[in-house]
Nanobody, 114 residues
Framework: QVQLVESGGGLVQPGGSLRLSCAASVTIFRFNTMAWYRQTPGISRDMVATITNGGVTNYADSVKGRFTISRDNAKDTVYLQMNSLKPEDTAVYYC????????WGQGTQVTVSS
């Protein structure tokens, strides 16, 4: 049962930018808070950014000022604009509600390397 499909990842040099998209097959308006998470091998999946239906956002300290989360409820899509990327941003990125209530997607790999 596919519910979330992440895309937009890739290989980028330090300082570069990427825009991730998360398309949901469910109505995301049902979930007041949507979030982006990331996971590196051997490390738990951590929250990166959240956004409510009212547009209130919250970010992990490590990405504040560099990442911007947004959502389009009409398209059931959540976005993550990532600027000034650093090697430590390398991870698989996922979206879900907060707390997670949907089946996890396959994620999208972001690799920041020169």
């Amino acid at each position: 049962q596919v519910q979330l499909v992440e895309s937009g990842g890739g290989l980028v040099q330090p300082g570069g930018s990427l825009r991730l998209s998360c398309a949901a097959s469910v109505t995301i308006f049902r979930f007041n808070t949507m979030a982006w998470y990331r996971q590196t091998p051997g490390i738990s999946r951590d929250m990166v950014a959240t956004i409510t239906n009212g547009g209130v956002t919250n970010y992990a300290d490590s990405v504040k000022g560099r990442f911007t989360i947004s959502r389009d409820n009409a398209k059931d899509t959540v976005y993550l604009q990532m600027n000034s990327l650093k090697p430590e941003d390398t991870a698989v990125y996922y979206c879900n509600a907060l707390p997670p209530r949907l089946f996890w997607g396959q994620g999208t790999q972001v690799t920041v390397s020169s």
